[in-house]
C-alpha cells in the first residue's frame, strides 16, 4: 500500500493562532520539544518513555507519549508494514509531534524508526532544538530474550518478514542527542538521563 502525497491546494493556507507557542510554555512553566527514541523491539522505547512521561507528570509538566502500536489502532489504521507505509507512519507521527510542541507539550514518540534517512527526515520537521534523538541500544540478543511480544519468536519461524533485527537492519544513529545502554542501565537510570538531557536543553528547570 502506498501512499502518495496529493498536490496541496493552493486555498489551504496555514492559520497563525493568536495564541502562540511561547505563551503555552510560559502557562505551562516549562518549554515544548519532541522527544524521539529508536531502537530495537524490546530495547525498552516504550518503556522508558512513560517513566519519563511519568516522572514529568509529578512536576506538572504537560506531556504526551506517541506509542507506535497505539498510533496503528487509529491515526495510522490504514497502514500496512511495506518499506512506503513505515515511511509514512513515521511521517504523520513527525506531523502530529509538531501539533504537540506548537501546543506547548513535550511529546515523546517510541518507534523503532530503523533507517537513518527516515528519522532524518522527521528531524527535519523541526526547527533546531525541538527535536531530541534517544537511542535506546540494546543487543538484539538481550531484546530476543526479553521478547514481551512474542515478535522475535514468530519472525524466527518466518510469520513475520522484514523483521528489525532479524531479517531487516537496524541503523544506529551517528547523532542521537542521548545514548541509553539498557543492557547495562536501569529504568530507573534510563529514565534519569532522558531527565538530565532535558534540564541541560532548558526545557525544564533544574534542581
Known amino acids: 500500500m502506498t501512499n502518495p502525497q496529493p498536490p496541496r491546494s493552493p486555498n489551504v493556507l496555514w492559520h497563525h493562532a493568536t495564541v502562540t507557542r511561547a505563551d503555552r510554555e510560559q502557562m505551562n512553566g516549562h518549554k515544548s520539544v519532541m ?42 489504521g490504514n497502514l500496512g508494514f511495506s518499506v512506503e507505509d513505515r515511511a509514512e507512519n513515521l511521517r504523520r507521527v513527525g506531523e502530529v509531534g509538531k501539533l504537540f510542541v506548537e501546543a506547548g507539550v513535550i511529546a515523546m514518540a517510541a518507534f523503532i524508526s530503523p533507517f537513518r534517512s527516515e528519522r532524518r527526515r522527521v528531524r527535519g ?39 528489525t533485527g532479524i531479517s531487516s537492519p537496524y541503523e544506529e544513529p551517528v547523532n542521537a542527542e542521548l545514548i541509553l545502554d539498557t543492557s547495562r542501565q536501569s529504568l530507573d537510570e534510563s529514565a534519569a538521563a532522558v531527565l538530565g538531557l532535558l534540564k541541560q536543553r532548558g526545557i525544564i528547570a533544574g534542581s
Open 35 to 76: 522527544l524521539w527514541f529508536t531502537g530495537l523491539s524490546g530495547s525498552g522505547k516504550s518503556t522508558i518513555a512513560h517513566a519519563v512521561e511519568d516522572a514529568l507528570f509529578q512536576q506538572n509538566c504537560r506531556t504526551y507519549v506517541l506509542d507506535g502500536d497505539n498510533v496503528r489502532h487509529g491515526l495510522n
Open 125 to 163: 520537521l523541526y526547527p533546531h532544538g525541538d527535536f531530541l534523538e534517544v537511542f535506546v541500544s540494546c543487543p538484539v540478543e538481550v531484546c530476543e530474550e526479553r521478547d514481551v511480544k512474542g515478535l522475535y519468536k514468530k519472525a524466527r519461524a518466518g510469520e513475520i518478514k522484514e523483521f
